[in-house]
């Protein structure tokens, strides 16, 4: 599914949002959709997402990288983590800047190509920047754009994600499919569980085994786990068996 996204842009934002939010919490703060994550664990982990992904754009790495070891330079006052995640979405830019989106490069997912880390990058400073809001008892309010972009990033690139969601390896089945549809947006996208594995398939006029309604947000929020699919604001039909596989087994 092609998009308008900015991703690069896109990143500067969610990362200024999530400063914005957290900056005058408590950084004890737990974190229940990250069990045992305070909302220090959070900024902390995705800054290093964001220095680590922005020091393999600057290598142009062509194989799987042996080590994951990045320079951090966390700051040593908790106080001072806001500020060090608003500088790590600057040493991201500086990556971007430096670097053609469409140079080839290794990458886990689908698209082996240097944009597919920008892309990775975002949704993975979205979803915890609507992970602190969680926290703090916020409504996230998440761009209609860029949750439809997000739950393609997600169900195309979850194929290939077995290395760290093992769990993925079990989404199997004799030729079963779950439709996923955003009730707000033109999104639509058809996952088939095969005997070998599972992937998307275009989404043709076949009725689906099962079928998962939402927003584009809520979609999204679901997917990645931080919403139950038993919420008002969800629609489910058909093989609730089949769903209950799927969400047991894609958690990301």
Do not use: K
């Not at 920008?118 to 998440?142: N, Q, S």
């Amino acid at each position: 599914m092609s998009t308008a996204v900015d991703h690069r842009a896109a990143v500067a934002a969610e990362t200024a949002h999530l400063v914005r939010t957290v900056r005058s919490a408590d950084p004890a703060a737990p974190v229940p959709s990250c069990p045992g994550w305070t909302l220090t664990d959070l900024i902390r982990h995705t800054g290093s997402v964001q220095r680590m992904f922005a020091t393999l754009l600057r290598q142009r790495i062509q194989q799987r990288p042996t080590s994951r070891d990045v320079d951090l330079q966390l700051p040593a006052d908790l106080a001072d983590y806001p500020d060090w995640l608003a500088e790590s979405a600057a040493v991201a830019a500086e990556s971007f800047a430096a670097t053609d989106p469409n140079a080839p490069m290794w990458a886990w997912g689908a698209d082996q190509h240097a944009r597919f880390w920008a892309r990775r990058m975002l949704f993975e400073t979205l979803v915890h920047r609507a992970d602190a809001e969680l926290a703090l008892g916020l409504r996230p309010d998440i761009d209609r754009a860029l949750a439809v972009d997000g739950v393609d990033e997600f169900l195309v690139n979850l194929p290939f994600a077995a290395v760290f969601a093992p769990g993925t390896a079990q989404l199997r089945g004799p030729d079963r499919t779950i439709r996923f549809t955003c009730t707000d947006a033109d999104g639509d996208w058809l996952v088939r569980l095969r005997p070998d594995g599972f992937g998307l398939d275009p989404a043709g006029s076949d009725r689906p085994d099962a079928t998962v309604e939402a927003t584009a947000a809520d979609l999204l929020l679901l997917l990645y786990g931080r919403l139950d699919r038993t919420a008002d604001t969800v629609r489910t039909d058909g093989d609730q068996e089949l769903l209950a596989h799927w969400f047991t087994h894609s958690a990301f």
